[in-house]
């Protein structure tokens, strides 16, 4: 098992960029949910989706974020124009509809917006 | 008020000691409910599951009490490999769906 894969690691960019942040979750799971990270804040629950499509957006902090989710093994976290405050350490999890018990993190994309 | 509260520490204790954390959560509807841990620089990772019956897994004791809305985590034998930030999550049901709202964290330093 692959586990949940993250791209890009690392991300520096300057502030008005756009920046995309993508994930492959685990074969065979039905959820998957987009998490920020930072100091201040914690662990922030963005986005998640249940089989392709967007069920609670309510965690997305702006029109400035924007997450899809075309198939069942991608998915894709969008910032456009990227801000300085948007710098912080993105999660992507899957898992499977029932139990609601084990969410499986991806390694995090580190963004830092200059 | 936060949907899930706890004190971030950092608990500093010695090896060997007994640790206790507390968790408090706001939404009394509430069903399920986790620890993660996570290390410095890597992703949350599920520790163990807090059922109505508390549960135990080696030196990992897990309990729940609805009335007051709080879960608890305790660590007895503290190891140095136990240092990590341990995270209280809460599954506050809404529509059925998974949706697990993490609390910050309280982080735990165990030393010789």
């Known amino acids: 098992d692959a586990g949940v894969i993250q791209s890009p690691r690392h991300e520096v960019t300057e502030m008005g960029q756009e920046v995309t942040l993508r994930c492959k979750p685990i074969?065979?799971?039905?959820?998957l949910f987009w998490y920020r990270q930072t100091m201040m804040r914690g662990l922030e629950l963005l986005i998640y989706?249940?089989?392709?499509?967007?069920?609670?957006d309510s965690g997305m902090p702006e029109d400035r974020f924007s997450a899809k989710m075309p198939n069942a093994s991608f998915s894709t976290l969008k910032i456009q124009p990227s801000e300085p405050r948007d710098s912080a350490v993105y999660f992507c999890?899957?898992?499977?509809?029932?139990?609601?018990?084990?969410?499986?993190f991806g390694s995090g994309t580190q963004l830092s917006v200059l | 008020r936060k949907e899930v509260e706890q004190d971030p520490g950092p608990f500093n204790v010695p090896e060997g000691a007994t640790v206790a954390f507390n968790c408090t959560y706001s939404?009394?509807?509430?069903?399920?409910f986790f620890w993660y841990r996570q290390d410095c620089r890597k992703e949350p990772k599920l520790l163990m599951s807090?059922?109505?019956s508390g549960n135990e897994d080696g030196r990992f004791t897990a309990q729940l009490n609805r009335a007051s809305q709080y879960i608890s985590l305790l660590i007895r034998d503290s190891k140095l490999s136990d240092s990590a930030t341990y995270l209280c999550?809460?599954?506050?049901?809404?529509?059925?769906?998974?949706?697990?709202?993490f609390g910050a964290g309280t982080r735990l330093a165990v030393h010789p």
């Open positions: 939404n009394s509807a509430s069903q399920s």
């Open positions: 074969s065979g799971h039905n959820s």
């Open positions: 989706f249940n089989n392709n499509v967007p069920i609670d």
């Open positions: 999550v809460v599954n506050p049901i809404s529509g059925g769906y998974n949706k697990l709202i």
């Open positions: 807090v059922y109505s």
């Open positions: 999890a899957s898992s499977r509809d029932r139990p609601p018990e084990k969410l499986f």
